[in-house]
């Protein structure tokens, strides 16, 4: 191991555990290529922390001195992608591999000079860099050293890079020892980075749970102290980190931990308030044991929709809206869809739950009743449907228990093993969805000289 003055540490590769069997070797080809073209090539990140944890990384992304436009002309299948990050995206048979140019701390890089002003006053160019009255980064693509790269990174244990040149592994943040102690810890201050971007939180809270890692004080006390200021992040990205959290396959820790930090209270106003009170008498628990079942099923491999994991979790909440609307006289499908309007009327403006995902959700939770019925009218165009099994796996997973319902189960799955699969009416896309019909372009009428001048 080297230590430089500057805090830098290099760790050879006899020194360390890493071994490229264990790299895509999309990500490896990609590494040589950059080398063999004279640029710099390191793996970076997540993939890093989790091939030194002897853990099977998610993806691997690499970062390079070269430019986005540079790496587009050294790869054939590179696609350059982000507006406010410029990245290049190489695309291999089954994988895809991030390149992104190092870049440094947003802080530190002026906002452009007069130069680059015209006449009017207003700047040509988008300012490269830009934050907000609070200090939260809204645009950042500045290139940098691979110091300055490290350090613009969120945890020190996620700072790591792998070095093709010479396979050693390159620690600027302390990072290794912090992966040996099983610590979460911000790189620099974290009340600013957690001001910088508070989605930042969301993952300490994530890795510490999936890692079995502590946050560190510092960081943890920084993070209560900023848990309401969660609500500032864009709720589309609020929405992807939750679905991240919920298939981590550690939701129920996450959560726990969402919970005592007081960032689940701010994601989920009306839902935690809801869970931390009693209906008639009883605790809200099926929240939680929603969460360890979801943790089952995702540790065992399985696939969990969205729409399915949302009903799971939100669904004795909104069963308790429905309920409500059904005691004010409304028929049992408007009592649905009015509790799932009012359910994502509260979540939306925080957590962006999609309308197509809420839509699904609205139909698994109103489908349960056309269970009960046996046959029923047209039972083969119900299990037709593309929600199916979802409808099923809603009903099993919160009523199975009983008896009765477990008979109109087994019924069902029966039928839907007897029946032949429906012709396709088209091939469906990876995540099972129909592909967008292309529009036919009408065209157009030449104008005659009678709706010329009409004005037609
Ligand atoms: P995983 O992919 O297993 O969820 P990861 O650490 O690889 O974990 P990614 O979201 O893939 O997470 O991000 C890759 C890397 O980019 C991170 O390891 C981190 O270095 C950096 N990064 C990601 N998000 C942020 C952020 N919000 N702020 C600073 N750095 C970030
Ligand atoms: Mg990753």
């Not at 410029?86 to 530190?108: G, K, M, N, P």
């Not at 820790?253 to 931390?276: H, I, M, N, V």
């Not at 065992?300 to 969205?306: E, R």
């Not at 429906?422 to 009428?445: I, V």
């Amino acid at each position: 191991m080297k230590k430089e003055n500057s805090g830098l540490v290099i760790i050879a590769r006899q020194e360390h555990g890493i071994s490229r069997t264990l790299m895509s070797p999309n990500a490896l080809r990609t590494l040589y290529r950059l080398r063999d073209n004279g640029f710099v090539g390191y793996l970076v990140g997540g993939c890093v922390r989790d091939l030194l944890l002897g853990r099977e990384p998610k993806d691997f992304d690499v970062v390079t001195n070269a430019t986005p436009n540079e790496v587009k002309r050294i790869f054939r299948n590179c696609r350059l992608i982000g507006r406010r990050f410029r990245l290049a995206h190489l695309h291999y048979q089954d994988e895809i591999i991030e390149v992104a140019t190092f870049r440094s701390l947003a802080a530190d890089v002026p906002e452009p000079g007069p130069k680059e002003a015209n006449q009017a006053g207003q700047s040509q160019r988008p300012p490269r860099t830009l934050k907000d009255d609070d200090g939260m980064i809204l645009r950042d693509n500045v290139y940098g050293t691979p110091a300055e790269d490290a350090l613009r990174r969120d945890f020190t244990v996620n700072a790591l890079a792998y070095n093709i040149d010479d396979f050693s592994i390159i620690d600027y943040t302390g990072g290794l020892a912090d992966l040996n102690a099983g610590i979460i810890r911000t790189i620099g201050d974290p009340v600013v980075r957690f001001q910088e971007d508070p989605v930042r939180m969301l993952r300490a809270v994530r890795f510490a749970a999936q890692l079995a890692f502590t946050i560190e004080e510092g960081t943890r006390t920084a993070l209560v102290a900023a848990a309401d200021t969660i609500v500032r992040a864009a709720p589309a990205r609020l929405y992807e980190e939750m679905l991240k959290i919920f298939f981590s396959g550690e939701a129920a820790k996450c959560c726990e931990l969402l919970r005592q930090t007081g960032l689940f209270a701010a994601l989920f106003p009306q839902f935690s308030g809801w869970l931390d009170v009693e209906s008639e008498g009883f605790p809200h628990t099926r929240f939680g044991e929603m969460l360890t079942c979801v943790d089952d099923r995702i540790q065992q491999g399985a696939k969990v929709s969205a729409p399915l994991l949302l009903a799971l979790l939100f669904g004795e909440y909104i069963d308790e809206k429905t309920e409500r609307f059904r005691r004010q006289g409304a028929p049992w499908q408007r009592s649905v869809d009015a509790a799932v309007a009012e359910f994502m009327g509260e979540t939306c403006p925080i957590v962006m739950i999609m309308n197509r995902v809420g839509n699904a959700l609205c139909s698994i939770i109103s489908q349960q009743t056309r269970l009960n019925k046996i046959p029923g009218r047209r039972p083969e165009a119900f299990i037709a449907r593309r929600d199916f099994d979802d409808i099923i796996e809603y009903c099993r997973i919160t009523r199975g228990g009983n008896k009765e319902v477990a008979r109109q189960l087994d019924w069902w799955t029966a039928q839907a093993q007897q029946q032949a699969p429906l012709p396709m009416p088209c091939k469906l896309t990876e995540n099972g969805e129909a592909p967008q019909r292309k529009k036919r372009r009408r065209r157009r009428r030449k104008p005659t000289a009678k709706s010329r001048t009409e004005g037609l």
